[in-house]
């Protein structure tokens, strides 16, 4: 799978987990895009055809809401939630095993909003 990891997400060992699994990650450094807006990191994806992750659930599902409503499309948008609490927040080998779960079930990526909490 192609990543785009949000701000809020882009840590190099989540990265470097999700490369040795077979995945192409970007990260807004290195693209340019640090602390830009949500919307523009999404648009990044969708230009470059990458499914975006991120930790902000709220303001990604709105912008998902948003593009389908205006018959968009996007690449998909992958969401991990946090309930500040250490013993049950996702860490990174649980967000690489969520992915690999959600890739296995062969359910639609693209235009859909996934919350990885769900596929653990």
Same mark, same amino acid.
């Given at each position: 799978?192609?990543l785009?990891?949000?701000?809020?997400?882009?840590?190099?060992?989540l990265?470097?987990?999700?490369r040795?699994?077979?995945?192409?990650?970007? =990260?807004?450094?290195s693209?340019?895009m /640090?602390?830009? /807006?949500?919307p523009?990191h &999404?648009?990044y994806a969708?230009?470059?055809?990458?499914?975006?992750?991120?930790?902000?659930?709220d303001?990604?599902?709105? &912008? @998902?809401?948003?593009v389908?409503?205006?018959?968009?499309? @996007?690449?998909?948008?992958l969401?991990?939630?946090?309930?500040?609490?250490? /013993? $049950?927040?996702?860490?990174?080998?649980?967000?690489? $095993?969520a992915?690999?779960? &959600?890739?296995g079930?062969?359910?639609?990526?693209?235009?859909?909003?996934?919350? =990885?909490n @769900?596929?653990?």
């Open positions: 799978m192609k785009y990891f949000d701000d809020d997400i882009a840590k190099g060992a990265a470097a987990r999700l040795k699994a077979g995945h192409q990650v970007v =990260l807004p450094p693209v340019g /640090s602390g830009v /807006s949500d523009r &999404l648009l969708v230009q470059q055809n990458l499914v975006l992750i991120t930790k902000n659930h303001d990604y599902e709105d &912008l @998902h809401f948003l389908q409503g205006t018959h968009g499309q @996007h690449p998909g948008i969401a991990v939630r946090a309930d500040n609490d250490p /013993s $049950r927040d996702m860490k990174d080998h649980d967000i690489a $095993r992915i690999a779960k &959600l890739e079930a062969t359910v639609p990526i693209a235009n859909e909003f996934h919350i =990885l @769900h596929w653990r």
